[in-house]
């Protein structure tokens, strides 16, 4: 906010428009509702997306706490985008990994993403390495890359599905990370017309934030004011770069 020409009416405003939602809100009908310019109301959910996801890059799953047992985690492989390819197949899709706790009860707990150039092994150890704690267990469909989440005190468990559909029951595998990953579908396509691949992970990072804060949303806008205070400053000159 240093420097802003916006009133912080307009920030906190901006805020609880962004995360008051399970859709969120597009960066148009945010300039509708704040009565601001396109290009000022992009600018401004740039600077809230990345504050989100800056805080979404710092969560780790399985974390142990004390009092309470450790979930476990599902892991699977997601293709987004791709409207303009022609043909078939994942060409001119961008690639993600999605990871979702599932705690002995069957309810979801904190989930994670991150946009990934290829499911190679050394992409696989990157996301490991960032998203899951020591001492995870962790659930995947046996992708070959997904072996290295196993690595580091964690365990991984291959559950080969042959290609079939996962079954929709809740405490079936896989149920809570493809509820993750259809709710983030849902999401995007309510949201935006095409999103770019260049600002997918801002797309991911704040999708995440919200979903892991979804049963506290009195404490939205307090918690958004805190991982502002806590990111990196974003001006003009590196956002159009």
Not at 159 to 171: A, I, N, Q, S
Not at 182 to 200: E, G
Not at 209 to 233: E, F, I, K, P
Request: aromatic share 8%.
């Amino acid at each position: 906010m240093a420097d802003t020409k916006l009133p912080f009416t307009a920030w906190f405003r901006a805020m609880h428009l962004m995360t008051s939602t399970k859709q969120g809100i597009s960066a148009v009908e945010l300039g509708r509702r704040l009565g601001v310019s396109y290009p000022t109301a992009w600018y401004l959910h740039k600077r809230i997306r990345h504050a989100m996801t800056q805080e979404s890059d710092r969560c780790q799953l399985s974390a142990p706490i004390e009092g309470r047992s450790t979930p476990i985690v599902e892991a699977d492989d997601v293709y987004l985008g791709g409207e303009r390819n022609e043909g078939s197949g994942t060409a001119g899709k961008t690639r993600v990994i999605a990871a979702a706790e599932r705690h002995p009860s069957g309810r979801m707990g904190a989930v994670a993403m991150q946009v990934v150039s290829g499911f190679s092994n050394a992409e696989a150890a990157a996301f490991r390495d960032t998203h899951l704690a020591a001492g995870a267990k962790v659930y995947t469909d046996g992708m070959p890359a997904f072996h290295a989440f196993g690595e580091g005190g964690r365990t991984h468990v291959a559950t080969v599905t042959g290609g079939k559909r996962p079954e929709r029951e809740r405490g079936a595998p896989f149920f809570n990370v493809n509820t993750l990953i259809s709710n983030l579908s849902t999401s995007l396509k309510a949201t935006f017309k095409l999103f770019s691949p260049k600002h997918l992970p801002d797309y991911l990072g704040a999708f995440c934030w919200t979903a892991n804060r979804r049963r506290n949303m009195r404490g939205m806008v307090d918690a958004l004011c805190s991982a502002a205070a806590r990111s990196s400053r974003l001006t003009r000159r590196t956002v159009y770069a």
